[in-house]
């Protein structure tokens, strides 16, 4: 079953930047899997924040990170990445990654990473 291991977290001022990682575990390939970054505020559901296919086409971009917030994948690594700028106080969440076999699943997705903490604050 495919293992996925979230990276990259951690506390951030507003208006900085965080790279956050998602990689799969020994022995196992994101290669042939699209992969979702979804994020949990404190109180708040759950809510998808974009998705990349296997090809690299990107779908799913909340409104709230459009212009702010970059996914991108590197397959040679075995790893996708969500580049996050101009980081809000609003954008403070456990941050997970998820994959499956088509970005149109969402929160149906498969395999889960255990999620990585983003805290902006001054």
């Known amino acids: 079953q495919l293992q996925l291991v979230e990276s990259g977290g951690g506390l951030v001022q507003p208006g900085g930047s965080l790279r956050l990682s998602c990689a799969a575990a020994p022995g196992f390939t994101l290669e042939y899997y699209a992969v979702g970054w979804f994020r949990q505020a404190p109180g708040k559901d759950r809510e998808g924040v974009s998705c990349?296919?296997?090809?690299?086409?990107?779908?799913n971009v909340a409104d709230s990170v459009k212009g702010r917030f970059t996914i991108s994948r590197d397959n040679a690594k075995n790893t996708v990445y969500l580049q996050m700028n101009s980081l809000k106080a609003e954008d403070t969440a456990v941050y997970y990654c998820a994959a499956d076999r088509s970005c149109g699943l969402g929160f149906n997705m498969n395999y889960w990473g255990k999620g990585a903490l983003v805290t902006v604050s001054s």
């Open positions: 990349i296919s296997f090809q690299g086409f990107i779908s």
